[in-house]
Each structure stands twice: as C-alpha cells, then as structure tokens.
C-alpha cells in the first residue's frame, strides 16, 4: 500500500483457519497481519481485474472471429469462465 493511500479502518470476520494462515504467513514474512491481509486483497483484487480483462478480449475475438472452430472454442472458454467447470 502506497504511503500517500488513506487507510479506511475496516472490521471483518474471517474463519479461525485462514486467520491462523495469515498469521503464519506474517510471521514468516515478519510482518503484521494486517499488512498480509492488505497485500492478499490486493492481489485477489488484481486478478479479478485481469480476469474481466481477459473475458472481454476473448468476447471481443468471438464477435471478430469467422473460423467455426476457433467460435465454439472461444464459446466453451467463455462459458467456462462464467459458469466454471471444465
């Protein structure tokens, strides 16, 4: 986190088994909690970012595509990354 980025006090609960990994995870990193936590949502934030880039690119490539084959693959890839599965 950016020296210049105001913090927001936030409270949450999160279950005894991922507090104890943050709290292994800061030990071993020697730092706090709470800055594991911040560098965990970050993270988590930015891949879900990358993920909505990489939705739209392959959308995009659909709606260009002339190729059936290529069209039913990117459809299963898309399907795949809004219902999940294989």
């Known amino acids: 986190m950016a020296q210049s980025d105001k913090s ?3 409270s949450i609960s999160i ?3 991922i507090a104890k990994k943050v709290r292994v995870l800061a030990k ?3 730092t706090s909690a709470n800055r594991v936590l911040v560098a965990l949502i970050e993270a988590g934030l930015e891949s879900k970012e990358a993920e909505r880039v990489r939705f739209f690119e ?3 490539r659909l709606a ?3 190729d ?3 069209r039913e693959q990117l459809k299963k890839d898309l399907a795949r990354m809004t219902f999940g599965g294989e």
């Open 8 to 10: 927001a006090r936030q």
């Open 64 to 66: 260009q595509s002339k």
């Open 58 to 60: 392959l959308a995009d």
């Open 28 to 30: 071993n990193q020697k």
């Open 15 to 17: 279950p005894a088994r």
């Open 68 to 70: 059936p084959g290529e």
